[in-house]
T-cell receptor
């Protein structure tokens, strides 16, 4: 099925470092969402973006809706061990589609 | 505030059998979507139910069917199970507000293993 291009696939960083991941698509989206998923659990919503250019923060997390509507990034500042997990971007297209299209995920590992 | 709940948490079936998964939406939500997540991949949209009707469907065969009840809860049915149906099945709920679908919130999922 159709998916977003999410990168990097995985990251192994030192505690305290900043992290950046992004998603791109050839299609235009009207909503971008970022979720975190822990093993054996469902995705948990981190940040929702609804307008092109929008920059939103949630604690140490910051995400932006790309101006072209075809991309989004998520930054995590000063990473801590509990940031470990898989981060997914998801988007809704501008054709009044109700479904979310997901990226393939970024696996984050944090070294204490 | 009750979140999205799903049952059962785990299920083992054999090829050819049928399975029913259940979902209760987050309190105040009226729309339910189902997703299939294979190991190591992002969730794939199966279908969405609103006002007790399927209003959008992803690229899944007719073996996958569903239902939404008047209390907004939903069931996902899969017939003639195949080994490839083994996956985590996620339910997500949202609220339809003024013709716009609000953000989808996910349940913990049901892990289905087909032997």
């Amino acid at each position: 099925g159709q998916q977003l291009n999410q990168s990097p696939q995985s990251m192994f960083i030192q505690e305290g470092e900043d992290v950046s991941m992004n998603c791109t698509s050839s299609s235009i989206f009207n909503t971008w969402l970022w979720y975190k998923q822990d093993p054996g659990e469902g995705p948990v919503l981190l940040i929702a973006l609804y307008k092109a250019g929008e920059l939103t923060s949630n604690g140490r997390l910051t995400a932006q809706f790309g101006i072209t509507r075809k991309d989004s990034f998520l930054n995590i500042s000063a990473s801590i061990p509990s940031d470990v997990g898989i981060y997914f971007c998801a988007g809704q297209m501008m054709d009044s589609s109700y479904k979310l299209i997901f990226g393939s995920g970024t696996r984050l590992l944090v070294r204490p | 505030d009750a979140g999205v709940t799903q049952s059962p948490t785990h299920l083992i079936k054999t090829r050819g059998q049928q399975v029913t998964l259940r979902c209760s939406p987050k309190s105040g939500h009226d729309t339910v979507s189902w997703y299939q997540q294979a190991l190591g991949q992002g969730p794939q949209f199966i279908f969405q139910y609103y006002e007790e009707e399927e209003r959008q469907r992803g690229n899944f065969p007719d073996r996958f069917s569903g239902h939404q009840f008047p209390n907004y809860s939903s069931e996902l049915n899969v017939n003639a199970l195949l080994l490839g149906d083994s996956a985590l099945y996620l339910c997500a709920s949202s609220l339809e507000l003024a013709g716009t679908q609000e953000t989808q919130y996910f349940g913990p999922g049901t892990r289905l293993l087909v032997l």
